[in-house]
């Protein structure tokens, strides 16, 4: 039984990162992982939810009325890349590199319609972490 | 016999995905590691008067500071700036980590 779960597991990572959900980042967090921290990977994660909650936010609050700051945004958008990139969040990583040179074209749409996408691929890769950590356990 | 002394490293980023990290590889390099989340929690740690030594509030002995460059508030250039002021802090050797390639900007922190 237990054996299958770890298969599962290193399954869906192969397939996270061969889909582009995830690149080689993960695999140094896990590399961090021993007997005496098991659940590392899975604790960094968490804190990237909380961190990415708060970034979220107040880009939101940022993209609702004008005037629009667009070096402000393009600023919390550099924290919460970083955070995702930290993390080996590469599609999230891409859209949010997308949403800044929107910034720099002072795109107002274009911000807005990739800040969808941006929550989208979000929300997608927390459903599969989810899944993932559940096997890992 | 005699131990050897780890070194004490005191991280600053604001992010905490980011502390988290560098608490854990310092960790594994056998270092002391204090985390703080802003330049000020880092000067505050390290005492601003110019008269304290390099001590921390738990009174270990700071080696080395590894900072990132952006933070709200204080960025690591000012956080840099502020410690090579001091004359007591000026000797612990600052590292800054970014993720930029902003030529010129590098050549700034080298001047120190």
Known sequence: MENQKKRQAAYMKRSLLDQGYLDEQFIHLEELQDDANPNFVEEVVKLYYTDSARYVRNIELALENGPYDFARLDNMMYQFKGSSSSIGARRVKRHCSQFQEYCNAKNIEGCRNTFQEVKQEYDTLKTKLETYFQMER | ?112
Request: charged share 25%.
């Open chain 2, 1 to 112: 016999m005699e131990m050897a002394q780890e070194l004490h490293v005191l991280a600053v980023d604001d992010s905490h995905v980011d502390r988290k990290v560098i608490e854990r590889l310092l960790e594994i390099s056998c270092c002391k590691v204090t985390a703080v989340e802003s330049g000020t929690r880092a000067l505050q740690y390290l005492g601003l008067d110019g008269e304290k030594s390099s001590m921390g509030i738990d009174g270990l002995k700071v080696n080395l500071i590894l900072t990132d460059y952006s933070m709200p508030g204080m960025t690591g250039y000012e956080l840099l700036k502020k410690i090579k002021e001091s004359s007591v802090l000026s000797k612990i050797p600052v590292v800054i980590m970014s993720s930029e390639k902003i030529l010129p900007r590098i050549d700034r922190y080298i001047l120190f």
